[in-house]
Nanobody, 117 residues
Framework: QVQLVESGGGLVQPGGSLRLSCAASGTIFSFSNMGWYRQAPGKQRELVARITSGGTTNYADSVKGRFTISRDNSKNTVYLQMNGLKPEDTAVYYC???????????WGQGIQVAVSS
């Protein structure tokens, strides 16, 4: 059974940092493209950052230069380092796993990130 478990969210002041983690189980992690998405109240879910099975990354324009996605295949974990957080980064963040061959996708349960003074 595939499971994606996010951790590391919380409340932080503007300009602060958080690191999200997503631990995957039940899949061949090294074959998967991994992504972080977010959904703010009243808005559609949007891609924040993505890292392919080969390590290629891409980012939403709104987070470029502030967020960094990385993966550790030995730990079946993907990370999102978020620096210079802004109130507009407040959202529920979701981990996404996509098998690079079958394109089947899985989602985590989501974790809240709140940026406020």
């Amino acid at each position: 059974q595939v499971q994606l478990v996010e951790s590391g969210g919380g409340l932080v002041q503007p300009g602060g940092s958080l690191r999200l983690s997503c631990a995957a189980s039940g899949t061949i992690f090294s074959f998967s493209n991994m992504g972080w998405y977010r959904q703010a109240p009243g808005k559609q879910r949007e891609l924040v950052a993505r890292i392919t099975s080969g390590g290629t990354t891409n980012y939403a324009d709104s987070v470029k230069g502030r967020f960094t996605i990385s993966r550790d295949n030995s730990k079946n974990t993907v990370y999102l380092q978020m620096n210079g957080l802004k109130p507009e980064d407040t959202a529920v963040y979701y981990c996404n796993e996509q098998n690079a061959f079958t394109r089947v996708e899985y989602w985590g349960q989501g974790i809240q990130v709140a940026v406020s003074s």
